[in-house]
Every structure is written in structure tokens, then in C-alpha cells.
């Protein structure tokens, strides 16, 4: 069997996902990352099984990874969707591969949602801090077994998702709402210019150069804030007071679960 893994990650947790997955799944496994960009340059998926993962943004998965899940999608493929989110509520998220997979009549047979530390997590307003932990990523491995096993033994189930009480048509709120609570992070003095911070934003709202954030571009992921190694960036709420509303609805652990 072969698997591609496509996959986003800004800040890293859904990395640490499909990497624990995908050790149990199959020897030959490409892993495709993609971004906000991608979606110009992506090409239909050639393996037997493509899992796709990402983070929530706003209760779903972000349309511009979306429309790169679609384009890698050909029919009668199987497929796996993952949702890795912060600890609030993975929204909408689930059903979107469902319906990803209906539209292009790919057989979806298996979903997760992981828990991986929230964005906007702060060391004095925390939330879901340090997940994916052992567990998550124990239920990550448990998963990527069941997935193999499910192909191997030739199973053509589709998973049923659960209804949430979080509804579709949160998909057609637009995107960028983040911003009116989130700051775009600004360079506060340690910066050497290494660059590391452009080359990763998902958006390319950094200018090479001057590493001036384009406010349009910026989709407030913090890439750039989590990624600088001398914590050059500074990352704030517009109204202050709101990290530790956030931190209180975010204070009881989910469990990353899955179904099959
Ligand atoms: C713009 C934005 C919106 C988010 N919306 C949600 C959300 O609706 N629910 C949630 O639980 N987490 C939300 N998060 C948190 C991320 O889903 C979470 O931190 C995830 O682990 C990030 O994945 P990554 O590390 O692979 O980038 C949001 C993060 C960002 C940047």
C-alpha cells in the first residue's frame, strides 16, 4: 500500500501528529506539506491511501488547504482526514472531509481530532500546553495502526462523523475574523535576520528584506512568533484582558480521539 500524507502545520503540533501516525501505517509513505500558497502548484495524488491533516482555524480547516485536499483528491481513493485543534472545539471540521470525500468520491475511511497546544497559548495565560502529550500521540500511533489494518484487511466502510453542535455554516463565515482580537507580531529587538521566520510563513507575508509583516497577508498563525529561536517576535491580543478568557474556556484537557 502506498500513503501520502498531505498535510499543514504553522506551528508544528500537527507535525508531531501525522509523524507518530505514520510509523504504523506503511513503509512507503511521501509526506507533502503544504501551505497557503500550495494550492496553485499542487498535482492529484498517485497512493492508494492519502491522509490528510490540519489545523482548526476558526471552527474548520482553512479553505486555502482545503482547495490543495481537494486537488490532491482523485476518484475512489481512500482517504483519512485529522483535525488538530487548540483545545476549544474542533467545529465543522470533520464534516468537511466528509463532504470532501463525497464531492470526489473518495471513500473516507477513518477521522481524528488531536489536541495540540493552542496558538495563542501564553506561559501566563496557558492553554493545552505542551500537546500533543504522550497520550495524544499514543492515540495518534494506536490510530495509524487501525488505519493500516483497516486497509489491509480490505474493509470499504466509510466512518460515520458525529454531529457537532458547532454548525456548517460557520464554513461560510469569512476567515480572517482572527484579526479583530489578534495583533500582527512585530520584530522587538533580537532579531539577527537569519530569515528562518520568512521562509516558514504559510502566507509569505514577510518581506525578505526588511522582515516587515504585510497585515493583509497575515493570518495570525504565529509561525513566525514559535519558530524564531531567539523569541524575537512579540505576539499580542488587541484587548489584553482576553488571553485569560481564552486561557479559562481552554483550562479542561479533550482527548484526542479518533474513529474508524
Ligand atoms: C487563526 C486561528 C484560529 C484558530 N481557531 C481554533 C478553533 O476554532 N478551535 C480550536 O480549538 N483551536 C483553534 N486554533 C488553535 C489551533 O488549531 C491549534 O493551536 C493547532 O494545534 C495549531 O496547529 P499547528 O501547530 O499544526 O499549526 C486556532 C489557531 C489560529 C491561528
Known sequence: MTCEIVYYSATETTTKV???????????????????????????????????????????????????????????KKIVGIAVYGNMSCGVSLKQYSKLARKHSCLLIGVGA????HTYSLEEAPIARCRPNETDLEQAKLFGLAIQDKVNRGINEEVKIPNTLFP?????????????????????GSCNG????EKSCPTKAIDPNTFIIDNKKCIRCFSCVKKCNRNARKAELIIKGLKYLFSYIGRKNKESAWII
Open 18 to 76: 501525522v509523524s507518530v501516525l505514520s510509523k504504523k501505517i506503511s513503509e512507503e509513505v511521501i509526506f507533502s506539506r503544504v501551505d497557503m500558497t500550495s494550492y496553485k502548484k499542487v498535482v492529484p495524488s498517485k497512493a492508494d491511501l492519502i491522509i490528510f491533516a490540519s489545523p482548526v482555524y476558526g471552527g474548520r480547516i482553512p479553505s486555502s488547504i482545503m482547495k490543495c485536499f481537494e486537488m490532491k483528491c482523485t476518484k475512489a
Open 114 to 117: 488531536f489536541i495540540g497546544e
Open 168 to 188: 456548517l455554516f460557520i464554513e461560510k463565515f469569512p476567515e480572517g475574523m482572527v484579526k479583530v482580537g489578534v495583533k500582527k507580531p512585530i520584530i522587538q
Open 194 to 197: 537569519c530569515g528562518l521566520c
